[in-house]
C-alpha cells in the first residue's frame, strides 16, 4: 500500500463514517476501484482506520461522554445503596441506560444461522465479500437514501411536543426504551456495506419522533462502543497472520489512521451543521445516485466477468 491510498482510505472512511453516506460501502467501492483485497496488512489497515475514526468521535463528544461515565458508575453506586429511582433518572443516567439498551440488538448478529454452522455476521460478510455481489452495495446505499428521505420527511411534520426546545424544533427530547430498542435494531442493519450506520440509525430516531439534535447525539454515543466491538473483532481476524505484512506498511497505516480522525472530526461538525440548516437533501441524492452508478456498473462488469477498473477476472 502506498502512502497515497493510505491517505485517499483514511480520507474516505473518516468521511463516511459519520456522514450518513456508509463508510462500508465507501471503503468497498474505493477497495473496488484500486483493485485492493482486504486479506493481511489491508484488514489491519481497515481496524485502525476504525480506531482513527473512534478518536475523532471521543475528541468531538469528549464532555458528553466524561459525564456519560461518571454517570454510569453513579447508576452502579445508586443499585448497590438501594437509591436507584427509574422516574427519577437525571438525562445523563437515562441516556446510558438508553445506549446499554441499544447496543443489545447487536447481539442478534452472534446467532447461529440454522444449517450453515455460522453466525448470522458471518454470513452478512461472506455475501458481500465477493466482487459480483458488488451490486449489493449499490442496493443498500438506495436504502440508505430512502431512510434518509423518509426520516427528513417525518422531522418536518412531527406535532411539536411541550417538552420541544424552543425556536421551532420538532418531536421529544427524552428517549424512552422503544426508541433505544428501535434504533439498536436499526443498527444492526450497517452491517451491510451501504446501509450508514449514522444515516439509518438518525432516521429510525426521527422516525420515532425524537427531534434532530437528540436523534443525532444518541446515534454517535450508540455508535462509539459499536466502532470498538468492529475494530476488537477485525483486529483480532487481522493479527492472526502475524506482524510481517503489517511492518511493511506501518508508516502508510499510522498515516491512513491520523487522516481518518482529522477528517471524521471535521465531517462530524459538518453533518451537524447540515442536520440542523436542513440540507439533509444533500446525502439523500447523493446516496441515490453512487447507489445507481454502483447498480450500473455491476450490471457492466457481471455481463464481462472483469473488474472495468483493474482489468481483472471477478472474484
Request: hydrophobic share 50%; proline share 3%; aromatic share 8%.
Amino acid at each position: 500500500m502506498t502512502i497515497f491510498e493510505a491517505i485517499i482510505q483514511g480520507a474516505v472512511q473518516g468521511l463516511t463514517e459519520f456522514l450518513p453516506v456508509s463508510s462500508s460501502g465507501h471503503l468497498t467501492i474505493t477497495q473496488h476501484v484500486l483493485g485492493i483485497n482486504l486479506e493481511g496488512n489491508n484488514l489491519f489497515f481497515n481496524v485502525m482506520l476504525h480506531i482513527g475514526t473512534l478518536v475523532a468521535v471521543v475528541v468531538f463528544y469528549h464532555k458528553l461522554i466524561w459525564r456519560l461515565i461518571k454517570a454510569f458508575f453513579s447508576i452502579i453506586g445508586d443499585i448497590f445503596t438501594g437509591k436507584f429511582k427509574w422516574k427519577e433518572l437525571s438525562d445523563d443516567k437515562r441516556m446510558v441506560i438508553m445506549v446499554i439498551i441499544g447496543l443489545l440488538p447487536l447481539f442478534l448478529l452472534f446467532l447461529p444461522v440454522p444449517g450453515t454452522g455460522m453466525k448470522l455476521k458471518d454470513v452478512v460478510e461472506g455475501i458481500t465479500d465477493s466482487e459480483r455481489n458488488f451490486i449489493i452495495v449499490g442496493i443498500c446505499l438506495l436504502i440508505t437514501s430512502v431512510l434518509l428521505f423518509i426520516g427528513n420527511r417525518i422531522s418536518h411534520s412531527t406535532i411539536p411536543l411541550k417538552h420541544a426546545k424552543k425556536g421551532g424544533d420538532t418531536g421529544r427530547t427524552s428517549l424512552n426504551v422503544v426508541d433505544a430498542l428501535v434504533v439498536g435494531v436499526t443498527q444492526c442493519f450497517a452491517t451491510l456495506p451501504g446501509v450508514s450506520r449514522s444515516g439509518s440509525t438518525l432516521a429510525a430516531g426521527q422516525m420515532r419522533g425524537l427531534d434532530k439534535q437528540t436523534a443525532f447525539d444518541y446515534t454517535f454515543i450508540l455508535g462509539t462502543p459499536a466502532i470498538v466491538a468492529a475494530a476488537l473483532l477485525e483486529g483480532k481476524d487481522a493479527l492472526e497472520g502475524g506482524f510481517g505484512a503489517i511492518k511493511a506498511d506501518l508508516v502508510p497505516i499510522l498515516i491512513g489512521m491520523v487522516v481518518s480522525a482529522v477528517v471524521g472530526y471535521l465531517a462530524i461538525a459538518l453533518f451537524k451543521w447540515l442536520l440542523k440548516t436542513d440540507k439533509m437533501i444533500i446525502f439523500i441524492v447523493y446516496t441515490a445516485v453512487i447507489g445507481i452508478a454502483v447498480i450500473a456498473i455491476s450490471i457492466i462488469e457481471l455481463n464481462q466477468g472483469i473488474n472495468i477498473f483493474s482489468g481483472t477476472p471477478l472474484t
